[in-house]
Structure formats: C-alpha cells, structure tokens
C-alpha cells in the first residue's frame, strides 16, 4: 500500500489511527450537524409555509375566514374555487401528480427533516460526556448505517420537492400576472394542459366580478381589492421561488455529513477488525486529511488573524505615546503584555506551519497513492465479478464504495494543495 510507503515519520504520526480519532471525528460531526441544523431551519419553515399555502390552495376557506370580507366572501370564495381549479390543471400538467399528492409529499418532508436531525444527533450522542476514547460496538455499526440510509433518503424526498417548488413557482407567476391585472409572463416551465385557457378565461372573469363588488362595498381600489383576494396566491408562489435555492445550500452539508458518516463507519469497522490493512491505512489517511487538515487550516488563519489583531494594537499604541496620549507606564504593561501574547502566537504559528509544510511536501503523494489504490480496487470488483467470484450485486456494492473512497481522497487532496498557499508559510 502506497501509503506506507511515502509517510515519512512525523507525517506518520499525523496519520496514526487511535482510538481518540472516534471522538475527533464525531466532534467534526457534532459541528457539522450544528451547522447544518441552524441552516435548514429556514428551509424547514419555507417548506412547512409553501406546505400551508398549498393546503390552502387545496380548499376554500369558510365564511369570514380568509379574507375577513363578511357577505361578500361568497362570491370571493367562487372567485378563489375557480382560481384553484385553474392551478391544480396547470400543476397536474406539469408535474404528473394532482394537487392532493403534493400536498401530501411536502407534509411528509417536513417530517423528513424532523426524522433526519434526530437521526444524526443521535450520532453525535456517540461521544462520551466527559471526552477520550469510544467505546466500540457492534450496535454503533447499525446506527451509523441507519444515518447514512436516512442521508440517502432525505435527498431522494427533497429533489423531487424542489422541482415542484420550481414549477408551482412558474405556475403561480404567471396566474398572478394574467389573474391580477391581464399581463402574461409565459414560462418554458410551464406546459398548458387542454382546456386551460377557458378554465382561466372563467376564473379571470369570476375574480372581476368578486373585485367589482368588495370593491364597490368597501370603497377600495380594484388593484387594493384584488391584492387582498390574490394574497394566498402570492404568498405561495413567494415560497415557491425561495425553496428550491434553499435546498440546494443544504445539499453541500448534507454531502458533507454523509462524507463525515462514511469516516467514521470506516474507523469504527478498523477498530472492530472489519478492514483489511489497505483498507485501514486508507481511513486512517482520510482521518487525518479530511478531520486534521481543515482544522490546521482554520487554526493557521485563526492565529494569522490574531498576530495582525495585536501588532494592530502595538502600532496604535505606539502612535499614542509619540502624541502623548497616553501615560508611559500604562503604555509599558500594555506593551509587554501585547508583545508576550504576539510571542506566544508566533510561536504557535510556526509550529502550525511547520505541520502544514509536512502536509504540503508529502500529504500530495500519499494522497493520489491513495486515489491509485482505490481505481485498481474497482476493477478488482469488476474483476471478481468477470470470473464468476461475485454476483453483480456484490460487485457493485464494493464498486460503489470504493468510488465513494476515491471522491473523498482527491477533495482531501485539493484540501492539502490549498495549506500552501496559506498565510505562515512563508
């Protein structure tokens, strides 16, 4: 295996499995989640509002309810019926599903998303209260493997969702448009089934008649009166248009949690003796590139930013007692104390430095030595496959994971091309 063969000792060392790298790793998680958690919250209440509207879309508000219009929400309420029937056409249309069906699929993501969070903290649970090593077990195994299903299942729930959103979007935009004041706005999104322009003719004309008489009974404007009837209809196209960007932010830290999931399955069949020693060196390599690395990384910009932070404050200083501003011994012991932590982040910096000139000379090779492992163990699948060792399934499945292998190994290795080009290196 490659990697033994280029790890010089104290790159080694950075590399060595043990059992502390469980709980770093699981720590890494626990950011991840945290991250992830705080950032799909707002998707979470765009897709729990876009879920209300379209219910709403789906029913005709009883008397009063919606609009607040008293006996004129009659002939409203035959405005919004026909309003609707226009938009479950259209969508029907478009995406192959009734109204009803989605209305359904985005109740279900929202519990999706319930479902995938409690899952994930209750890997993060995995790290004992009091920090060290982990107890390895059998069980863990399940539970990890249980995340990594419910990874595959929120994105395969969300993708369908977001082309929805996209096309209630575009349906909405342009029903607004011709419903509110007569303007078209045709959208290549958007396919018009049969019948649907009739249907829309009925319902511009019952939305003009319901406008006319709130209008005249309220003494408000037509373009007042058919903003408040149409209010339902843009608040879930505006949810619409926002969702699928939403979604899309969260696939690149769910794709980062599942890379963080498939680490720790790694260290964890390493521990329990599952991996063979290629296999083994490979997560120990991807430990230390995908978990060490981008923490020298922040930890190097953190202590840059804190040098120019305090030679920031000597200067000042330094203007102050020239202008007399400031009393000579007030100015010596906040000198001292300034270039005492200047000194202690300098020397820290070297060190971190120090770590990532060894990641920089000799992390590339033993990285791409791990991408050559990982492309000869495919077509060792596809091999054993050939002869007749395997069934299809099985060869696929180690296909897959070597796959999966490789893709982290060469974002690692983009991950230590880049510590070169970091401030303390020079």
């Not at 993708?159 to 706005?185: K, N, Q, Y």
């Not at 000379?361 to 596809?382: C, F, I, M, N, Y």
Request: proline share 3%; hydrophobic share 45%; net charge negative.
């Amino acid at each position: 295996m490659g990697v033994e063969r280029h790890a010089g000792a104290a790159l080694a060392d950075e590399i060595a499995a043990s059992p502390e790298n469980l709980a770093l790793t699981i720590g890494s998680l626990e950011q991840r989640l945290t991250r992830f958690a705080d950032e799909s919250a707002v998707a979470y209440a765009t897709l729990v509002q876009l879920d209300e509207a379209l219910t709403h879309l789906g029913t005709a508000p009883r008397a009063g309810q919606e609009w607040g219009l008293g006996a004129l929400t009659l002939p409203v309420q035959g405005a919004w019926k026909a309003v609707t029937a226009v938009v479950s056409k259209a969508l029907t249309d478009a995406t192959g599903l009734p109204l009803e069906n989605w209305v359904q699929a985005l109740a279900s993501g929202t519990k999706g998303f319930d479902e995938y969070l409690e899952t994930l903290r209750a890997v993060s649970a995995l790290a004992p209260a009091a920090g060290g090593p982990i107890a390895v077990e059998e069980a863990q195994l399940e539970l990890i493997d249980q995340a990594r299903t419910s990874t595959v299942g929120w994105r395969t729930a969300m993708r369908p969702v977001a082309d929805f959103a996209r096309a209630l979007d575009a349906v909405l935009t342009e029903l607004t448009h011709r419903l509110g004041d007569g303007s078209t706005t045709e959208s290549a999104a958007v396919t018009h089934p049969a019948g649907w322009l009739s249907q829309l003719q009925r319902a511009q004309q019952r939305v003009g008649e319901a406008v006319d008489q709130a209008a005249d009974k309220l003494h408000l404007s037509r373009a007042e009166v058919t903003t408040l009837v149409l209010g339902p209809l843009t608040r879930a196209r505006e949810r619409a248009a926002t969702l699928p960007g939403e979604l899309a932010r969260l696939h690149t830290d769910v794709a980062a949690l599942d890379d963080l999931l498939g680490l720790l399955d790694a260290q964890l069949r390493t521990a329990l003796g599952r991996l063979s020693r290629g296999e083994a060196a490979i997560a120990a390599l991807l430990f230390a590139a995908s978990v060490r690395v981008p923490q020298l990384e922040a930890d190097l910009t953190g202590v840059e930013r804190e040098r120019a932070e305090l030679r920031g404050y000597l200067g000042v200083l330094s203007r102050m007692c020239d202008d007399g501003a400031v009393d000579l011994r007030v100015a010596d012991t906040l000198d001292a104390e300034y270039r005492a932590q200047l000194d202690a982040a300098t020397e820290l910096r070297d060190a971190l430095a120090n770590r990532a000139r060894l990641w920089s000379d000799e992390g590339p090779a033993l990285l791409r030595d791990g991408v050559a492992w990982a492309e000869v163990e495919s077509e060792v699948a596809r091999t054993r496959q050939a002869v007749g060792q395997w069934r299809q399934a099985q060869a696929e499945a180690r296909w897959h994971y070597v796959q999966r292998q490789r893709r982290a190994l060469e974002q690692a290795l983009a991950a230590v091309e880049r510590l070169g080009a970091l401030p303390g290196r020079g």
